[in-house]
């Protein structure tokens, strides 16, 4: 590659960088005499038709901005021969920002915020979004201008962020939320990867750190980022309510637009006192993290141990559940039943279990005895039983039926002949009532006048 002469007019002069993603080259352009950048993507990707689009994109985001803040691409070119692609951009003399996070001469921190806003509202403008802010994406020229760079993952406001594969692709220790889970993007999502940045410009390392990627991940989607006022001496709680604010969990909760955030930041510098030191770089950083593939569906967040039984129950299999509802559809039948015949089942209950009563015994009435005269032919006739004679009359004493006087008249005319024979052979009369014991009967004074 070196030396060589690439789409017949850049001259390829010497490496000066290599990403996960391509290889940047100096090389002095002959027909315009000047030195550019020239990026060719890495030999293990050249057969890759994702990485492939990727690259293409970078060229075309970059082709469509122009600003002071952002790298400038000059040409799209291509070999015939290899099927090579490469990006002509201008050439910078300087170093990421990853070289100058630990470094006492770095830039400024608000200097260095306010022109990567600058760069990112000017993307956005154009419906453009990076995707992947993080120190190695930003470059320091020797001047002190500030260059975003690396567009391979831009893609437009509220396109796909899932590849062909069905892979999110980014560096994880930057990603918002939303992208991990390959949610739709906004410009918001390049503002939380840009929260993440100022947060490990301060204090050297990112809010979320863990040896595992999906750790990691876990992390960013439910822990909340830690506060920088005891990890920064003298930092100003406003800016460190300003950078919790861009690492919320909702984009909602977020910065609406870099502009806005610009302007936070510059009402931030202005309300800290004059007397203040400037902010230190740290001693130690973390170590740069390249650009990876994670899983389109994040792994569930490990839920604490008092919610496990809640969890269990709501990943009951479907069999279980069959089961019980068919044992509730049998209770409530059942239910249903007992109340609509549980009176008839009472009853007829009630019946086989009380014993059978015994008939009452009849009770004995007084009876009324006629004898015929002798102009009857002789004949008896015996009065029958009456009724029940231990009906009370309304004055509460017993009733006693009294003998007729035609009874008695027959009876004082009867003959001493046959008629005291009858007499004598007759049925004693039954003058046993049923009234109280305690109850004497009346005198018939009647019967005694006739016997």
């Known amino acids: ?73 000059f040409d799209l070119a291509e070999e015939a ?67 975003l760079m690396d567009f391979g993952l831009a893609r437009l406001v509220d396109g796909s962020t899932v590849n062909a594969s069905g892979m999110v692709t980014g560096t994880v220790a930057y990603m918002s939320p939303e992208q991990l889970k390959g949610d739709v993007l906004d410009p918001r999502a390049d503002l939380y990867a840009l929260g993440v940045l100022f947060y490990e410009y301060l204090c050297g390392f990112t809010p979320f750190t863990s040896d595992s990627p999906g750790t990691m991940l876990l992390k960013h989607l439910t822990e909340a980022a830690p506060s920088l006022l005891h990890r920064v001496p003298g930092l100003s709680p406003d800016l460190d309510a300003l950078i919790l604010r861009l690492l919320s969990k ?86 249903i039943l007992a109340f609509a015949f549980g009176e008839t089942l ?22 009324t005895k006629t004898h015929p005269t002798s102009s009857s032919g002789g004949r008896r006739v015996r009065k029958g039983r009456t009724g029940n004679r231990s009906a009370t009359s309304d004055s509460g004493k017993p009733h006693v039926r009294e003998a007729s006087s035609s009874d008695s008249t027959t009876h004082a005319h009867t003959g001493a002949g046959n008629n005291a024979k009858d007499e004598s052979q007759s049925e004693p009369q039954d003058t046993t009532s049923d009234t109280d014991p305690g109850t004497a009967p009346p005198d018939n004074k009647d019967g005694e006048n006739n016997g």
């Open 81 to 147: 021969e290899t099927g090579h692609v490469f990006i002509v951009m201008e050439l910078l003399n300087g170093l990421p920002l990853r070289k100058h996070i630990t470094d006492p001469a770095r830039p400024p921190f608000y200097d260095m915020a306010a022109q990567v806003c600058r760069a990112l509202e000017h993307a956005h403008s154009k419906g453009v979004l990076h995707r992947d802010i993080k120190p190695e994406n930003i470059f320091v020229c020797d001047d002190g201008t500030v260059k």
């Open 346 to 367: 009472q009853r007829m209950f009630a019946q086989n279990m009380e014993p059978a009563k015994k008939p009452a015994p009849a009770k004995k009435t007084a009876t």
């Open 1 to 73: 590659m070196i030396d060589s002469l690439v789409s017949g007019r850049y001259r390829v002069e010497c490496q000066i960088g290599c990403g996960g993603m391509g290889i940047v080259y100096r090389a002095y352009d002959v027909k315009l005499r000047r030195s550019v950048a020239i990026k060719v993507i890495a030999p293990h990707l050249v057969e890759d038709e994702d990485a492939r689009e990727r690259f293409l994109v970078e060229a075309q985001a970059l082709a469509g901005l122009s600003h002071p803040n952002i790298v400038t691409v």
């Open 250 to 335: 909702s984009p909602g909760d977020r910065y609406p637009s870099a502009m806005i955030l610009r302007d936070s930041l510059d009402h931030v510098r202005k309300q800290a006192p004059t007397t203040a030191a400037p902010i230190a770089a740290p001693k130690l950083a973390g170590p740069p993290m390249p650009a990876t593939q994670v899983p389109l569906v994040a792994p569930r967040p490990l839920r604490p141990k008092a919610t496990t039984t809640t969890v269990r129950t709501v990943s009951t299999p479907r069999r279980h559940v069959g089961r019980y509802v068919a044992v509730m559809c049998v209770i409530l039948i059942g239910a």
